[in-house]
């Protein structure tokens, strides 16, 4: 019988599959993008992955998100995550965590669950710098942060790149200025777009919906092809990693 990922070992040798199986992979934000890196590395026999949101699938999810169906609205992102990928590879371990991050959990999750890759996929500016400081300060040997994918038409335009070395995005500027401040160092990948954000075809009040633990989200356009675009170049980068690099063994 083949197995699961006989494909994969086609393309990648005998080698790649228990490397990937050993990696441990942190993915932070489960919206569009983080989700899509989260599918199409458990879909690359990656055998740890620890998926953290601490938000619920919503109606506006369903025209970008992998795991946003009728069936699935109003449950945990994480948890819906880990659900249909353990399904993908129940020999996986998939752990989800409903948490929200900032300057004490972060410090903590890393604490907790060591790992060989991020993977930030927070679309909040606040929670993405303290998750960022977090893991240089852990020593996370690969970080990568995935930048604004949202008001973006051309998911050809993601490239990967030194955070320090990107530009367009006004989510890199703003991140860039905050981690310089706080004295962060070169070594954070990143994946952006060298789009610019397009304006608005209307305005649209934010509803109920987009206030999140009291604060303003007001809503913005997005388009399935291209978050998933930044997702699977994230999940490209981490495979490029893991592969080059052997993970030490777990204890």
Not at 182 to 195: K, N, T, V
């Amino acid at each position: 019988m083949t197995t699961p990922f006989a494909r994969l070992e086609l393309l990648l040798g005998p080698g790649a599959l228990p490397r990937l199986a050993q990696a441990r992979v942190v993915v932070a934000g489960l919206g569009a993008v983080g989700a899509a890196a989260a599918e199409s590395l458990a879909r690359s026999a990656v055998g740890h992955l620890t998926l953290v949101d601490f938000d619920e699938i919503r109606a506006s999810n369903l025209n970008r998100h992998p795991f946003a169906f009728h069936s699935t609205l109003r449950q945990p992102k994480a948890e819906t995550a880990a659900r249909f990928l353990r399904d993908v590879n129940p020999d996986a371990e998939i752990t989800a965590l409903p948490l929200f991050l900032d300057a004490e959990t972060a410090p903590r999750l890393f604490a907790e669950r060591p790992c060989d890759v991020l993977i930030d996929a927070i679309d909040s500016l606040n929670p993405k710098t303290e998750l960022l400081l977090a893991a240089q300060q852990a020593q996370v040997p690969f970080i990568l942060t995935c930048l604004g994918a949202a008001r973006k038409l051309d998911p050809t335009r993601f490239v990967a790149a030194d955070l320090y070395d990107s530009h367009t995005c006004p989510l890199a500027r703003l991140l860039r200025k905050r981690l310089h401040r706080r004295g962060a160092d070169r070594g954070i990948r990143c994946i952006f777009s060298g789009e610019p954000p397009a304006a608005p075809a209307e305005t649209v009040e934010p509803s109920a919906d987009f206030y999140v633990r009291g604060r303003l989200r007001p809503p913005m356009g997005s388009l399935h092809c291209v978050t998933a675009a930044a997702g699977l170049l994230a999940a490209r980068e981490t495979l490029r990693h893991l592969l080059e690099h052997p993970c030490p063994p777990l204890v």
